[in-house]
């Protein structure tokens, strides 16, 4: 990789504080932007900002920007269709209105599993929404040797009792990677969905 032609398109990356280059070392407390995404940011905004729908110019351009934008989310993720592809605030709202819509379907003694390697928001929005509905949260210990998530203990919580397997697939703290296969299938075998949090996965694989 030409790393000072990656750099030179992040303008965060070519400013000087106290007469020193910087260097961002928090990803998670803010992905940096480069100029193509502001560009195309203030080039729509330029042009007569508008709802989805609306039967007029911006109206229109506002559709095929948010088409396009779908289009090529799924083509970077590998998704079935643009159809699958939902943009929002950010993955805590998103997680949180998503938990509510599932918990509607969970009863009294259901059981959801997250993990100590989660990000809180992964954490949180189903603990809420299990608190509301009487549903028991188990959490998955870390292998303290490599910071992967302990497969033998998340195998000895699951049960036909499990509702909903939600975890990271690229801690934010240590990189780690799940095995994501193994986890869907271990939680298929028992009748419950998966919840993934990628919003570290992309810089570490495709
Ligand atoms: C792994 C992971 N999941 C979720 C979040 C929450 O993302 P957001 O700030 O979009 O709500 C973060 C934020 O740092 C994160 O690192």
């Not at 009863?107 to 959801?112: A, H, R, T």
């Not at 799940?178 to 996965?201: E, L, Q």
Request: glycine share 6%; proline share 3%.
């Amino acid at each position: 990789m030409e790393l000072g032609a990656i750099r030179s398109q992040f303008p965060a990356l070519l400013q000087q504080v106290d007469e020193q280059p910087v260097y961002f070392f928090d990803g998670p407390g803010g992905a940096q932007v480069s100029s193509r995404v502001l560009d195309a940011m203030t080039g729509y905004l330029k042009k007569g900002n508008a709802n989805l729908g609306g039967r007029f110019f911006s109206g229109y351009a506002t559709d095929n920007m948010m088409a396009n934008a779908r289009s090529a989310a799924a083509t970077f993720l590998h998704a079935a269709s643009p159809e699958n592809i939902v943009f929002g605030a950010n993955m805590t709202t998103l997680c949180f209105s998503l938990s509510r819509a599932i918990s509607r379907e969970w009863k009294p003694g259901d059981e959801v599993i997250v993990s100590e390697l989660d990000h809180y928001s992964n954490v949180s929005s189903w603990e809420h929404a299990a608190r509301d509905r009487g549903v028991v949260v188990k959490k998955v210990r870390v292998n303290p040797d490599d910071c992967s998530i302990d497969v033998e203990h998340f195998l000895s919580l699951l049960s036909t009792q499990t509702k909903l397997v939600a975890f990271t697939l690229a801690s934010n703290v240590t990189g780690t990677l799940a095995d994501a296969k193994a986890i869907i299938r271990a939680a298929r075998s028992v009748g419950a969905a998966t919840f993934i949090d990628a919003v570290h996965y992309a810089p570490h694989q495709r």
